[in-house]
Each structure stands twice: as structure tokens, then as C-alpha cells.
């Protein structure tokens, strides 16, 4: 370079400003110092121009370093000469100075870092408009590998932050894009320095960044689940202060573009994140209670069930059994809170369905919600118990809105039934019966649900007959207790007496005699069903005969309880044309057994009555000898020893006790018995058949 490329910058001055050593670059500093504080005074500006052009321009974007350092140097220099007047010329002293910060020479960018530091001393507020570019770069010097650049991003960064503290004109609106973009900074380091400016703001009276929170949500959150302690807390401390003013003074954010954010971050596997998440999420719920008119959250509540329902058990986490011990406390507390945020958001629905017209609850996204969880095979009985009362709690709220979704949910509330959980099956059987027995639907609609619904159990136990024989009989007494038994099992007998496959007809009926005759919730309808007064009860007793055809003894015992003496006296001597197998001597068994209960006081006192007692005598005695002498044979055959017996058991005379039967046709009620016999040993024959032609 000749003298005339580097003028107005003296020989001697460039050379010691170029130099490796520190010491002649820092006397070429203090030439250029009052250099350009004579140019200044003597109004010499396209001097210092030019310089400022040498110094920015010629050294700083040369490939020697050492000229690079002094480009730095000296601009710094030039910034203190100019005092005040710096302010004309911010551009030229801070851009070279920047663009030197990304220099790959370490040593460079320390020395840019110390004359940026000077440059901002001395001008001040006039660096504001730059502000964004030189926040960008400390974001990155914060994090560098050499720690005496690190260590002059720090001094630049306290001194950008007491200008900003002092100045009334920082335009915020113009830095929070930028600030929100490096909150999402991989490096621990640079997370850390961001969230000391979003602090620093928040600090500040002047500037309310509450207005800015929904901006700043995501990034706080995501810099939350940090493993570094110091900016974990750090974080958690500027996300308490933002609650706070959040409910101080709601009206100045729009809640419900935080709504998603917080959905998102309450199913992180970090605890405290999660927790934070559903603590704010139910304050958001809490001040919606409080006053309705400030914001609407009913459009959000399928994001808000999404968030509720996975939290109201403790997950099991895969950490250490030190990071457990730790994280256990928070666990419990974001159940505690889900379970709070969810009571909330039901009364928020029950106060808000009751208002005329309201159209703000979208039915279709909750239930698309509730559905997904149902089906989840990872939940916990405590979330599905909260699905289903949701499920309830919507029907029971606005009933006709809900039934079409309830009713496209019904194949999972019935795969439901298949839950280890006893709560479970009740919730679920509860939600069904309410469903099936919607007031709010005509009568056919509702007969039709309820008659599908039976038929799907039906069909739910024969494609799984361990789910009959381990939770049939508790499932089938709950419905019962949920609605009437008369009308459980008058739908259940008319869906059972064609089925299909007999021998399955044939448990399913036992099963439900045994109920009948067992259990209290079934106790007004053997009431009923004992006394035959009325034709609706004749009626029903007819329904549940033909059903009961598919078992010879059940259908004994039926007629029993319905003092149908002379009919039952009947069956059992048609039952001389069956095939007696092991199991129809069980089940025989288990009748005599039956008999010594207190269900059947009222049969062992009418073996005393006469001439009542002679057809119920002949009904027993046959089923005496029906069986082998087995201990109910003794059991039967003692009690036959305590009747007196007044006259021949094979007296002609008809039963004057079902006097009030006149209108059932047991000639052909019997017909039907030995026709629903003859297709069951037929399908046993077949059965048979099919097994040697497997075999051969």
C-alpha cells in the first residue's frame, strides 16, 4: 500500500497500528486519538472520512490479522477523539466492527469485541438502531470457545443493557421477532443470555411485555426443559413473573393464543414443564369462571381435554432412581393440578351449555378427543374414568347435541367392557344406559339404540366367551341396576331365542338364570315375575320361556319361581326324550341347591298346600329320579320325606293354583320347549359329525 491509499493515516502511525505488538498498536490508538479530535475541531470531516474509510474498509477487510486489529483498534480510537460527535458517524464505526466479531482469528474478535465495547461507551443511545445487529452477534460470542471473547460479549452486553434500562426510546415492538427467533438457541450458553434480556424487559416500568408474552411462550418453555440448573431456574423465576401480571391483569393478553402452547408443553416427559404448563392452563380456566366476557375458552376445550386427560395419573418415567425421587413431587402435583383443571373445565361447560344458542362448544373435536383416549391401550384407569364422565357429564348437559357423537363412539364404549377396572365397566354401563335411554329421543329411536346396543353385548360375549364367564355376570348386573331389569332381560331373551349357535344360546341363558335367582339388583323381578298379576308380567314371562327353552333345566326352574307347577311337572317328564348328559345332571344339581335357598321359601311352604302340592310333588320326585344318588339326591329326597303326602302323586286334577293363568297356552309354550330340544340335538349331532370328519 503507498503512502496516498492509506492518507490521511501517517507512515509511522499505519506501521505501529499493523504491528504484532500490542504495545505499538496501542501508542498508534492515542495518534489516531488526536488525529481526528484536530480534524474535528477544525471541521476537517472529509478527512475523517476518509480515515474512518481506511480504517473500515481497507484494514478491516484485509487478510493479514494483525491489519485487522487495528482496523478494530483504531475505529475504537476514532470513536474517542470524536467524542459527541460520533454520533454522525455510527455507521462506519460499528459495521466494520461487527463483521469483525465473526472473524475466524480468535484474537481479532477479541480485539473487535473491546472497540465495540469503546464505540457504545462513548456513543450511547445512538447505537439503539443497531441494536438488533448487535444483539444477533453477542447471541453468538456468548458461546464462544475462546473465553477472552466471551468474556468481552459479557462487558458489551452489561453496558447495552444499562442503555436500554436508561433510554425511553427502545423501540421493543422491533427486537421481539429477534428475541423470540434466539430464545430456540441450541447452545446453553446463548439460551441463558436471551433469557437475561427477556428478564431484563420484564424488569423494566416503562416497556410492558406482558403484550408480548404470547410471542415469547413457546421459547421460554422450550428453553425450560434445559438440564443446566442455573437456566432452568432462571427461566422458571421469568415465567412466574409473567403469571403474575398475567393475573394482575389479564385484559392485556389474549389468552387463547396461549392456549396451544401450553396444551403442547403440558405432555412433555420433563415434569416441571408439564407442571408449569397445567398450572397456567388452569389459571387461564379460573379467570375465564371468573369473568366470561373477557375471552372465550369453550373453542379450546378439546385442546384443553388433550392436555387434562393424560395427566391425571403419574407417569412412569425411565430416569434414574435419583432423577425419580426428584421428579416424583412434581409428578404427583401435575396430577393434582390436572385434576383441578378439569373439574374447572366441566363447570366452565355446565354454566356455559346452559346459555340459549350457544354454539361455542364444538362437540365434534372433543369427542374426536375423548375417542382417541378411549382407544389408547397406554391409559390409565384414571384417565379413561375421567373420559367417560366427560362422555356423561356432555349427554347429561345438552343431550341432543351429543347423542349422534355418542353413538359413532359406541363399538369403543363397548370394546370398554373389556377393562380390568371394575370402575371402569361401571362408568362405561352408566354412560350406555343414559345413552340408550335418552329422553330426548322419540321411542323407536331410543328402542332401536338400546335393542342394537344388546345386541352388540350379545355379540361381544360370544366372540369372547372368557369375557362372559369372568365379567358377564358383573356386567350384566350393572346394567340392570342402571336401568330395568325387566327391560334387560325381556331385550336380552328376545335376542337369545333364535341365535344362532345353540350351544352358546345355552351358557348365555344358564348365566342369566343363575343372575335371576342370585342377586338383588335382579330382586323386584323375580317379584314380578312370582306373581304373574298382570298381563305385562304374563307377557314377560312368555319372552324369557322361549329364550329359556335353550336350557331344559333353567326353563324348570323358571316355572318354579313362577309357580307354574303343573307346566314345570310337564317338562320334566319331556325330559325323559333328551339326551341326559354330565352337564344336564350339573345343572340339576345346581337346582336342588337352589331350592334350599331363601328365594324358593315360598315353594318349600307350598309343598304343604293341597291340593296345590301334588303337581309341584310330581315336578320334584321327577327330577329326583332323574339324578344319580349324589349328595343334592339326599338332600331333595329329605326334604320330598318331610310332605305329608294326602293322595296318589299321579292325581288327573289340573292346578287350581295358576287359576290366574288362564290366558298362556302351555300346550304350546311346551311345543315350543321340545322344538328349541330337537335343533339343540340336532346342532350337538352336527358338532359331533364335524369332529370325526376332522379326525379321519
Request: charge should be negative; hydrophobic fraction near 40%.
Amino acid at each position: 500500500m503507498s503512502e496516498k491509499d492509506y492518507s490521511p493515516l501517517p507512515t509511522p502511525c499505519f506501521r505501529f497500528l499493523t504491528d504484532k505488538m500490542y504495545e505499538k498498536r496501542k501508542q498508534a490508538s492515542l495518534e489516531i486519538e488526536k488525529l481526528v479530535r484536530n480534524f474535528n475541531q477544525t471541521g476537517k470531516s472529509t478527512e475523517i472520512r476518509k480515515l474512518l474509510k481506511v480504517l473500515g474498509q481497507d484494514l478491516i477487510g484485509s487478510p493479514n490479522p494483525n491489519w485487522r486489529k487495528g482496523g478494530a483498534i483504531g475505529l475504537a480510537s476514532m470513536a474517542v477523539g470524536l467524542g459527541k460527535d460520533s454520533s454522525n458517524y455510527v455507521v462506519e464505526l460499528v459495521q466494520p466492527i461487527v463483521s469483525s466479531l465473526n472473524d475466524q482469528d480468535s484474537r481479532v474478535r477479541y480485539y473487535a469485541s473491546e472497540a465495540l465495547y469503546n464505540v457504545i461507551k462513548v456513543i450511547r443511545g445512538d447505537i439503539l438502531p443497531h441494536f438488533n445487529t448487535v444483539f444477533d452477534i453477542l447471541c453468538q460470542l456468548t458461546a464462544d470457545p475462546d473465553q477472552s471473547v466471551k468474556s468481552g460479549a459479557e462487558l458489551i452486553d452489561r453496558l447495552l443493557k444499562d442503555i436500554v434500562t436508561e433510554t425511553k426510546s427502545f423501540d421493543v415492538s422491533a427486537f421481539i421477532p429477534l428475541l423470540r427467533e434466539r430464545l430456540y438457541a441450541k447452545k446453553a450458553l446463548a439460551q441463558r443470555f436471551v433469557v437475561t434480556w427477556v428478564q431484563l424487559l420484564n424488569d423494566i416500568p416503562s416497556i410492558d411485555m406482558l403484550v408480548y408474552l404470547p410471542e415469547l411462550l413457546d421459547g421460554l418453555f422450550v428453553i425450560l426443559t434445559e438440564q443446566t440448573v442455573e437456566i432452568k431456574q432462571m427461566t422458571e423465576s421469568v415465567l412466574s413473573e409473567f403469571k403474575g401480571k398475567l393475573l394482575s391483569d389479564p385484559s392485556k393478553v389474549d389468552l387463547t393464543s396461549m392456549v396451544q402452547i401450553l396444551v403442547i408443553h403440558s405432555d412433555s416427559r420433563e415434569p416441571l414443564v408439564q407442571l408449569i404448563a397445567i398450572t397456567w392452563l388452569k389459571e387461564f380456566v379460573n379467570l375465564i369462571s371468573q369473568d366470561a366476557n373477557k375471552t372465550n375458552l369453550l373453542p379450546f376445550a378439546s385442546n384443553l381435554l388433550s392436555a387434562i386427560l393424560p395427566c391425571l395419573e403419574p407417569r412412569i418415567s425411565d430416569a434414574s432412581d435419583t432423577e425419580i425421587q426428584r421428579s416424583h413431587a412434581s409428578q404427583m402435583n401435575v396430577t393434582e393440578v390436572a385434576k383441578a383443571l378439569n373439574h374447572s373445565l366441566m363447570q366452565l361447560v355446565t354454566r356455559e351449555s346452559k346459555r340459549e344458542n350457544n354454539q361455542e362448544l364444538d362437540l365434534s373435536s372433543i369427542f374426536q378427543v375423548l375417542d382417541r383416549e378411549l382407544r389408547r391401550t397406554d391409559n390409565t384407569t384414571a384417565t379413561k374414568v375421567a373420559v367417560l364422565r366427560w362422555i356423561h357429564h356432555l349427554h347429561s348437559q345438552v343431550p341432543n347435541q351429543v347423542q349422534q357423537h355418542v353413538q359413532r363412539l359406541f363399538p369403543v364404549l363397548l370394546s370398554v367392557l373389556r377393562d380390568h377396572s371394575e370402575e371402569v365397566v361401571i362408568l362405561d354401563l352408566e354412560v350406555l344406559a343414559s345413552v340408550t335411554s335418552d329422553s330426548g329421543s322419540t321411542n323407536n329411536n331410543q328402542t332401536d339404540f338400546f335393542v342394537k346396543f344388546v345386541k352388540e353385548l350379545i355379540s361381544l360375549f360370544h366372540q369372547d366367551q372368557s369375557l362372559l364367564r369372568d365379567r358377564g355376570p358383573f356386567i350384566i348386573r350393572q346394567l340392570c341396576h342402571q336401568m330395568t331389569a325387566e327391560k334387560v332381560y325381556k331385550t336380552l331373551a328376545e335376542l337369545l331365542k333364535d341365535f344362532d349357535d345353540l350351544k352358546f344360546a345355552h351358557v348365555m341363558v344358564n348365566t342369566l338364570n343363575r343372575l335371576l335367582f342370585s342377586t338383588r339388583e335382579l330382586f323386584d323381578l323375580r317379584q314380578q315375575l312370582k306373581e304373574l298379576k298382570t298381563d305385562e308380567t304374563r307377557t314377560l314371562f312368555c319372552v324369557l320361556y322361549k329364550s329359556w327353552c335353550h336350557s331344559p333345566v333353567a326353563t324348570i326352574s323358571l316355572c318354579l319361581l313362577t309357580q307354574n307347577y303343573s307346566h314345570a311337572s310337564s317338562l320334566v317328564s319331556a325330559c325323559e326324550q333328551l339326551d341326559i348328559t354330565l352337564e344336564f345332571l350339573r345343572e340339576v344339581d345346581q337346582l336342588v341347591q337352589l331350592l334350599e335357598s331363601s328365594v324358593f321359601a315360598f315353594l318349600r311352604l307350598h309343598l304343604l298346600e293341597d291340593p296345590n302340592n301334588i303337581q309341584l310333588l310330581r315336578c320334584l320326585y321327577g327330577l329326583l329320579m332323574l339324578m344319580p344318588q349324589t349328595e343334592s339326591f339326599h338332600l331333595l329326597s329329605n326334604r320330598l320325606k318331610c310332605v305329608p303326602i294326602t293322595g296318589p302323586l299321579n292325581d288327573a286334577k289340573t292346578d287350581q293354583n295358576k287359576s290366574h293363568n288362564p290366558r298362556m297356552d302351555f300346550n304350546d309354550l311346551l311345543r315350543h320347549f321340545q322344538e328349541i330340544q330337537r335343533r339343540h340335538d340336532h346342532f350337538r349331532r352336527r358338532l359331533v359329525d364335524d369332529v370325526f370328519n376332522q379326525t379321519r
